[in-house]
Structures are given as C-alpha cells and as structure tokens.
C-alpha cells in the first residue's frame, strides 16, 4: 500500500523559513516523479515545484521561484521542501504527490496539473502570519 506521510508544518512569521518533508512507502521511490502542491482555503489546489528521479531536474511556479526548494533523498525515501522567505500568501495546505514515469522526467516535462499524479499525501497546514 502506497503511502506519503507529510509532516513540517505550521506557524510561522513573515519572512521565516520551514522545511516540509514527505515520507514515501510502499512504492519505488526511484521511479517517481515527486511534486509538492498546495490548497488555500476556497481556492483551487495549485503546483508549487516537482523534481525528477534523482533530483537533476526541478521546477517550480513562478510564485515561489527564488524562496522554495525542491529536493529528495532516494535513500531516505523522502522529499523536502525548504520554504524561505515565507509570506503570508503561502498560507495553504501543502500536499506531496507522486507520479510514476518510465524515465527520469517523464514523457511530460514538468507535470503541474493535480490529476496527472498518481498518489497523494494528506497534507499538512502551513500558516505564515503577517
């Protein structure tokens, strides 16, 4: 059974800093495409960055472009996202996701649509106070 186990979150001031980890089961954690996306309230679910099987390749959305870091520990089974610079708009709930592809990057470079990935976390709540 596949599970992905978020946990780093919670409340921080403006223009501090979390690092969210993401621990992956039951899966072979090489294989996927890992991604981090977020929920604020009565909003959509929105990509926030992803990275490839081991890490050579990353990408993130414009909003979080220069404060956010995507990366993974393949041994570990584990992915990270060090969130610096935090504003109260990165207030959310943050998800992993991971998509299982046949090479590193996946025949669709970057995924950034909720529904092409495959399994889910239950996310864990990020509050960045003004």
């Known amino acids: 059974q596949v599970q992905l186990v978020e946990s780093g979150g919670g409340l921080v001031q403006a223009g501090g800093s979390l690092r969210l980890s993401c621990l992956a089961s039951g899966l072979t954690f090489n294989r996927y495409v890992m991604a981090w996306f977020r929920q604020a309230p009565e909003k959509e679910r929105e990509f926030v960055a992803t990275?490839?099987?081991?890490?050579?390749?990353?990408y993130y959305a414009d909003s979080v472009k220069d404060r956010f870091t995507i990366s993974r520990d393949n041994a570990k089974t584990t992915v990270y996202l060090q969130m610096n610079s935090l504003q109260p708009g990165d207030t959310a709930v943050y998800y992993c996701a991971a998509k299982v592809t046949a090479t590193a990057r996946g025949s669709t470079w970057p995924r950034m649509r909720d529904r092409e990935y495959d399994e889910w976390g239950q996310g864990t709540q990020v509050t960045v106070s003004s």
């Open positions: 990275i490839s099987w081991a890490g050579s390749s990353t």
